[in-house]
């Protein structure tokens, strides 16, 4: 039997000659060591904050539920230690304790981010879901002040009590501001436009962790580009953002869904695309999800081709006739109140997307785009089809197709803030599911697959990826934007507000460009 010993002796000059070529070769910078957590953190630290916050170390009960991704193991940041501030001054004085260390940070609130580079943070975690500041309805019953911390489910449902409403997701237990630092979509946005866009005042904690006020009026460089790349500059500790009351008679969403076989693919989506692009009412989504249902068809994935509609069915029917007539070979339909619409996803806050025990390996990607491009479709069904088949492993892999309205979104000047995708209207998501504890030829062929569906959907446009669906080496245009200046003003702000870089582990704007289309 070889000892370990010799092993060692046997293997090592070979591995590092072997892991300092590929560093050489294609890593920017030879990653440095994790900084370990400084041993005075738990007695020196508490003397910074109230008395309310509270210091998780790996070892707590609570800090799987404050550490747990909705990725199991993809992506996955490591943290040492999780810090729930209670009040804006605690996250400043956090900040200021860990650059004084050399300490990564990462800002953390509904625990849903799917940037895969994020495997590579070590460091604390600032998890907001403890702030005092929760949710409140100014006085003028047209604003609510949010807590950097707050999820959808508490949000919809606080508005909901006061008889409003305003954009958010739709997953319950995603945070409610993070979407909007990358643009935020959900049903609303073509009756009001984006999550960011509701937006007219928010506070941040900077790099330095200094708090400032950033709006139309103050910090305006920042209050730009924290609509789109947000993620880059600061931790939001709270914002102030449109509501508005739920009109009579408008407080329910009608759905019908149809279940189609492959083969009608093409029907479905060019009456799509001549049908409802350009002319789809502000108050209906389109939304397909391509999955397998085998009492439905033992073979190949089914398409599900849903519409929502704020308003009663008998308006719905105006569409969904057309609908009928392609010849689905199943159809559901209801009418929920919108406080309960998330529920119609299977994204409620006690569904499988907010489990926190039983979370799969998830890779999600996004392709944005203006309309159909039928045979980018078909080769996307295609490669999806033949993936699980090959993979049994991949069951519950999905290829979603959002199709929100955008008349909110398209009011809003496209230069005005960083989200740069207004004139797209659907937005692609291959998904591959897999289950947790695999091995790494599996999670390379989920990768893999992930990045060849993303590919052939995409067609033959300029890739655009929506930032908090990418998977991260789309490259820097495709998330910000190709116009240059774009681009140009993300770094620039970034010099101003983020110099070291402290926030730059999700998204950053400072990525490096590959080339065109960056694949
Ligand atoms: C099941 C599911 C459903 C989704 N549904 C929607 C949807 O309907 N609409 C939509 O637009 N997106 C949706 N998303 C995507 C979602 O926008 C991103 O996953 C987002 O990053 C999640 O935010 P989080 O707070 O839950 O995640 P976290 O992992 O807590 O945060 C993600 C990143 O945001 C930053 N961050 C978090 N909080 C703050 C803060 N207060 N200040 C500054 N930076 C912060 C950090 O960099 C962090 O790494 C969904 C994702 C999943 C997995
Ligand atoms: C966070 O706040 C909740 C509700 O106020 C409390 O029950 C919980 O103990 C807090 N979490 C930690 C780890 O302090
Ligand atoms: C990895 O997992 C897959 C799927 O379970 C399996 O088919 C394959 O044999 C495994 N490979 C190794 C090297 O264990």
């Not at 989504?285 to 999955?291: A, D, F, P, Q, R």
């Not at 009928?324 to 499988?352: C, Q, R, T």
Request: hydrophobic share 35%; charged share 20%; proline share 7%.
């Amino acid at each position: 039997m070889v000892s370990f010993f010799s092993l060692q002796t046997l293997l090592l000059p070979s591995l590092f000659f072997f892991l300092s070529t590929i560093s050489a070769a294609s890593c920017p910078s030879t990653p440095s060591p994790p900084t370990p957590l400084p041993p005075d953190i738990l007695t020196i630290l508490p003397q910074l904050l109230s008395p309310q916050s509270q210091i998780l170390l790996p070892s707590s009960p609570s800090f799987p539920f404050y550490s747990t991704r909705f990725s199991a193991e993809q992506g996955t940041p490591t943290f040492q230690a999780i810090i729930l501030p209670r009040t804006e001054s605690d996250i400043s004085q956090i900040i200021k304790y860990s650059n004084s260390h050399n300490l990564p940070f990462l800002a953390i609130s509904g625990q849903h981010g799917s940037w895969y580079p994020l495997e590579n943070f070590n460091g604390i975690g600032i998890s907001l879901r403890n702030l005092s500041t929760r949710i409140s309805l100014d006085k003028d019953g047209r604003h609510a002040t949010i807590g950097g911390g707050m999820n959808v489910y508490e949000t919809v449902q606080y508005l909901w009590s006061k008889g409003k409403q305003t954009t958010t997701g739709i997953c319950e237990c995603v945070g409610v501001i993070s979407p909007g630092l990358g643009g935020g979509h959900g049903l609303f946005q073509g009756q009001y436009g984006l999550v960011g866009d509701q937006w007219v005042e928010a506070r941040v904690v900077l790099a330095d962790g200094k708090v400032v006020r950033v709006s139309e009026k103050e910090n305006k460089d920042l209050w730009w580009g924290l609509r789109g790349a947000g993620h880059n500059y600061g931790v939001v500790s709270e914002v102030k953002v449109k509501v508005y009351d739920t009109p009579k008679g408008k407080e329910s969403w009608s759905w019908e869904s149809f279940s189609f076989k492959g083969k009608k693919l093409e029907v479905l989506y060019e009456w799509v695309n001549k049908g409802l692009i350009g002319t789809q009412p502000a108050e209906l989504v389109h939304w397909s999800m391509w999955s397998l249902d085998k009492n439905i068809d033992p073979e190949n994935p089914v398409i599900t081709f849903s519409l929502y509609y704020n308003g009663p069915a008998s308006e719905l029917k105006m569409y969904s006739e057309n609908i009928h007539n392609l010849g689905p070979v199943a159809h559901k339909e209801g009418v929920v109140e919108y406080s309960k619409m998330s529920a119609v996803f299977g994204a409620d806050i006690n569904g499988g997307f907010c489990s926190k025990n039983q979370n799969p390996n998830v890779a999600l990607r996004a392709s944005d785009v203006i309309s159909y491009e039928i045979p980018a479709l078909r080769k996307a069904y295609d490669l999806l089809s033949s993936g699980l088949k090959s993979e049994p492993a991949f069951a519950y892999s999905v290829v979603m197709l959002e199709g929100y309205s955008v008349q909110g979104v398209q009011a809003v000047p496209a230069e005005s803030a960083a989200y740069p995708h207004r004139a797209q209207r659907i937005l692609q998501a291959p998904t591959i599911v897999w289950p947790r504890g695999t091995n790494e030829t599996l999670d390379e062929e989920a990768q893999g697959l992930a990045r060849k569906l993303w590919i052939a959907i995409s067609g033959t446009t300029e890739k655009r990826s929506y930032v908090n669906y990418a998977w991260g080496d789309e490259g820097p245009q495709a998330l910000y934007g190709y116009e240059p200046w774009r681009l140009q003003k993300l770094r620039a702000l970034k010099k101003k507000y983020d110099p070291e870089s402290r926030f730059g582990y999700f998204a950053s704007v400072e990525t490096k460009s590959k080339g065109h289309g960056d694949i």
